[in-house]
C-alpha cells in the first residue's frame, strides 16, 4: 500500500523539477539506513539508481507473488505493476536522463514473466490460476487506467495471445475444486478479451498495431480448441466494428478472410460466432464487391451440391479408396457450408432493403435446405436466414417482391412455407 502510495503521488506530480528530486521518504526506501536529520529532505536521488533499485529489488518480489493465495493481495500487485510501468515511461519521457535506455525499464520484465505464465512449468494447478488472474487484472489497468497510444501497443498486444489460450480448459480429471477455479479464470478472462475488443482504439496513428492485431487473431482462429476459435471470432466481430473506418485495404481484406476461413469449423458454436462477425463485415461493403462476392460463392456453392451416384458395394472399394473419398467428400462439405455461409451473411446483412443480389442469394440458398443435399447445419441456417429475410420485410413486401423473378420467388417459398398436410 505504502510503494503504491508513492507512486500513484509521483505520478500525479505535473512539476518536472520537483519530479526530479524525490520525496524525503523515497530515500528510505532506497537506502538502508533512515533518514536521522531534516536537512537530509532536500537529498537528490539520481533517477537512474531510484529505477535500478526497483528493477533489481522491488519487482522480483512482486513477481514471484502473482500467485498470492488471497485475490486482493493479487489485485494490490497487478495496480503496482501496472504503476511501476506508467510511472517510469512518465518519467522517461518528462526528463531528459534516461531516453533511448530500456536498461532499467520494469515493463521489459514484467512482460517477460507475465508472458511466460502459460508455459511454465514452475507453478502448481492453483498457483498458475491465481498467477494468470494476475496477468487478467494487470490487462484490465492497461485498459481503463493507461494510455492507448503506450499501454495498448507495449502491453496489452503482446499479451493477448495469453488471453485467448487461457481460454482452454485442462482435459481428463479435475478435482471439483480445480474446476471451479478455472472456470472462473475463464469466465474473467472472456470479460477482459470482449472489454479489449470495444473499448481500445488504435485511433494513435500507429497502423502496424491493428496488423499485429489481426495476426494474432489470424493464429488463434486456426487453434485446435473450439473456444478458442470462438473466442477469436467474437473479438473480431467487435475489432472491426470499431476500426473499420481506420483498416487499410490490406488489413480490410485479411479480417474478411478470417471470418470466412471460420466458417466452415466443425463446430456449431464457431460458424455461428463467424457468421454474426462476417454479417457486420459486408454489411459496410460497397455494392459492387458485394455482387461480385455473392456471383463467387454462388458458383462454389453450386459446384458443392452432392450428386447421386450409382453406389458400389464395399467389398469392391479399397481402403485407400476409401479413405480418399471420405477426404474429398469432408473438403466438399467444407466448401459447401462456407459457400453457404458466406450467402447467409449476405442476406442477413441487408435486413430492411432488397438489392438485386439478394434474390440470386436466396436462389442459390434454396438448394442447400433439401434433406440429403447439405448437412443438417447448413440446411437449418438455410431455414432460418430465409425465414428472417422474410420476417424482415413483411411490413413492405409488396416492394420489395418486385425485385425476385417468379423462379426466385417460388425457391424462396418452398423454404419458408409450411408444407399442407394433405400435400
Known amino acids: 500500500y505504502f510503494i503504491q502510495s508513492v507512486l500513484i503521488e509521483l505520478d500525479g506530480e505535473d512539476?518536472?523539477?520537483?519530479?526530479?528530486?524525490?520525496?524525503?521518504?523515497?530515500?528510505?526506501?532506497?537506502?538502508?539506513?533512515v533518514l536521522a536529520s531534516e536537512g537530509s529532505n532536500d537529498e537528490e536521488i539520481e533517477l537512474?539508481?531510484?529505477?535500478?533499485?526497483?528493477?533489481?529489488?522491488?519487482?522480483?518480489?512482486?513477481?514471484n507473488a502473482i500467485g498470492h493465495p488471497y485475490d486482493k493481495c493479487r489485485d494490490h500487485i497487478a495496480s503496482l505493476l501496472f504503476r511501476m510501468c506508467y510511472c517510469h515511461r512518465k518519467f522517461i519521457n518528462t526528463l531528459s536522463y534516461g531516453k533511448g535506455s530500456r536498461s532499467n525499464d520494469p515493463g521489459i520484465t514484467i512482460m517477460n514473466q507475465l508472458v511466460g505464465i502459460q508455459d511454465s512449468t514452475s507453478y502448481s494447478f492453483k498457483e498458475k490460476n491465481r498467477?494468470?488472474?494476475?496477468?487478467?487484472?494487470?490487462?484490465?489497468?492497461?485498459v481503463h487506467w493507461g494510455d492507448a497510444k503506450h499501454e495498448y501497443s507495449q502491453f496489452i498486444v503482446p499479451l493477448l495471445p495469453l488471453a485467448f489460450k487461457a481460454l482452454q480448459t485442462t482435459e481428463g480429471e479435475?478435482?471439483?475444486?480445480?474446476?471451479?477455479?478455472?472456470?472462473?479464470?475463464?469466465?474473467?478472462?472472456?470479460?477482459?478479451?470482449?472489454?479489449?475488443?470495444?473499448?481500445?482504439?488504435?485511433?494513435?496513428?500507429?497502423?502496424?498495431?491493428?496488423?499485429?492485431?489481426?495476426?494474432i487473431l489470424k493464429e488463434m482462429s486456426e487453434h485446435d480448441n473450439w473456444q478458442i476459435r470462438q473466442a477469436s471470432a467474437h473479438?473480431?466481430?467487435?475489432?472491426?466494428?470499431?476500426?473499420?473506418?481506420?483498416?487499410s485495404q490490406e488489413q480490410a481484406e485479411s479480417s474478411l478472410s478470417i471470418a470466412i476461413s471460420l466458417l466452415s469449423d466443425d463446430r456449431r458454436e464457431v460458424s455461428n460466432a463467424a457468421t454474426s462477425a462476417l454479417t457486420g463485415i459486408l454489411a459496410t461493403m460497397p455494392q459492387s464487391a458485394l455482387e461480385e462476392l455473392v456471383a463467387k460463392y454462388i458458383r462454389i456453392a453450386n459446384k458443392s451440391i452432392k450428386k447421386k451416384k450409382k453406389k458400389i458395394a464395399d467389398a469392391d472399394?479399397?481402403?485407400?479408396?476409401?479413405?480418399?473419398?471420405?477426404?474429398?467428400?469432408?473438403?466438399?462439405?467444407?466448401?459447401q457450408q462456407r459457400s453457404v455461409f458466406v450467402l447467409c451473411a449476405v442476406v442477413m446483412g441487408r435486413p430492411y432493403d432488397t438489392p438485386p443480389y439478394i434474390p440470386e442469394a436466396l436462389a442459390a440458398l434454396s438448394k442447400h435446405s433439401f434433406e440429403q443435399r447439405a448437412s443438417m447445419g447448413v440446411r437449418d441456417e438455410v431455414k432460418r436466414v430465409c425465414s428472417e429475410f422474410k420476417r424482415t420485410h413483411t411490413d413492405n413486401w409488396e416492394a420489395h417482391k418486385k425485385q425476385f423473378t417468379q423462379e426466385q420467388l417460388e425457391a424462396l417459398e418452398d423454404v419458408v412455407s409450411t408444407p399442407h398436410y394433405y400435400a
Do not use: M
Open 15 to 33: 512539476d518536472v523539477g520537483a519530479t526530479s528530486k524525490l520525496p524525503w521518504y523515497t530515500a528510505g526506501l532506497l537506502h538502508d539506513n
Open 48 to 63: 537512474g539508481q531510484c529505477w535500478s533499485h526497483v528493477s533489481e529489488a522491488l519487482i522480483p518480489s512482486l513477481l
Open 131 to 142: 498467477a494468470l488472474g494476475t496477468a487478467r487484472k494487470f490487462v484490465a489497468y492497461c
Open 174 to 215: 479435475v478435482s471439483v475444486e480445480d474446476r471451479g477455479i478455472e472456470a472462473e479464470l475463464v469466465k474473467g478472462f472472456r470479460y477482459a478479451i470482449a472489454d479489449i475488443s470495444t473499448s481500445c482504439v488504435v485511433s494513435y496513428g500507429v497502423s502496424n498495431d491493428i496488423t499485429r492485431v489481426l495476426a
Open 235 to 247: 473479438f473480431l466481430r467487435c475489432f472491426q466494428g470499431v476500426h473499420k473506418f481506420l483498416f
Open 317 to 335: 472399394v479399397s481402403k485407400e479408396e476409401a479413405e480418399e473419398k471420405a477426404a474429398k467428400e469432408k473438403q466438399r462439405a467444407k466448401r
